[in-house]
């Protein structure tokens, strides 16, 4: 699956090599004109940080270097690996995503969210999630305001609500019963959650915000 990433301003995206190779590129939107590439190794997430000077990565293949278990930052022109924060412990990160509000850094590893100050990148939270297998493949949304966050993955079929204030689940979707979900969007206002899945179903879910 292809990764594409927007800058806040919505004028330049970042997208992985075809067949998830160690090549990033920088494109403008809408133009698509390519601007540059980085080779950032086999990661299997990236994000801009707040101020967009840097791109965190997660979750790659290579173990000599640290990516399995570990969150690598990058200098966004550069592309150089300027710093590597160790993991708490040795689970494989799947995924990462930043909140709207640029306050805290949120991991996908194993069954279990990983929540991080994004001033400090100190890990300051774990959530646990009732999933029957690791999230290998998470799907994540949240809402404007960062209140709310959505996840599923290629594991299961359900959508769990986490309360970011709390830090905590505090509901669950059955999702797509026949399908894995495979993607999750919230609207602008946070009522409503969208998820489309492998059976060519979208559903829209009224949630509380």
């Known amino acids: 699956m292809l990764k ?27 133009s698509g004109e390519w601007q540059r590439s980085l080779d950032l190794g086999v990661v299997k997430d990236v994000v801009y940080s707040p101020d967009e000077l840097q791109l965190w990565a997660v979750g790659g293949i290579d173990e000599t270097n640290g990516f399995r278990g570990h969150l690598n ?6 592309g150089r690996l300027p710093k590597c924060v160790p993991a708490v412990d040795p689970q494989y990160y799947s995924g990462i995503r930043v909140t709207p509000d640029g306050k805290s850094i949120v991991i996908i590893r194993g069954k279990s969210l990983a929540v991080l100050d ?6 300051t939270k ?6 029957k297998w690791d999230m290998y493949q998470p799907f994540i949304a949240l809402t404007p305001d960062s209140r709310r966050l959505a996840i599923s993955s290629d594991s299961d079929i359900g959508i769990f609500i986490v309360d970011c204030l709390q830090w905590k ?3 669950w979707l ?8 495979r993607c999750l969007a919230y609207s602008p206002c946070g009522k409503y959650l969208a998820s489309g899945s492998e059976d060519q179903e979208v559903k829209v879910w009224q949630v509380n915000a």
Not at 73 to 78: G, I, K, L, M, R
Not at 126 to 131: L, S, Y
């Open 4 to 30: 594409r990433i927007f800058n806040r301003a919505g004028d330049q995206f970042l997208m992985q090599d075809c067949g998830g190779g160690p090549g990033w590129h920088f494109f403008e939107f809408p």
């Open 73 to 78: 930052v990058f200098d966004t022109h550069a």
């Open 118 to 123: 994004a001033s400090t990148l100190k890990q």
């Open 126 to 131: 774990i959530v646990e999630i009732a999933t």
């Open 169 to 171: 689940v505090v509901d």
């Open 174 to 181: 059955p999702g797509h019963p026949d399908s894995c979900v």
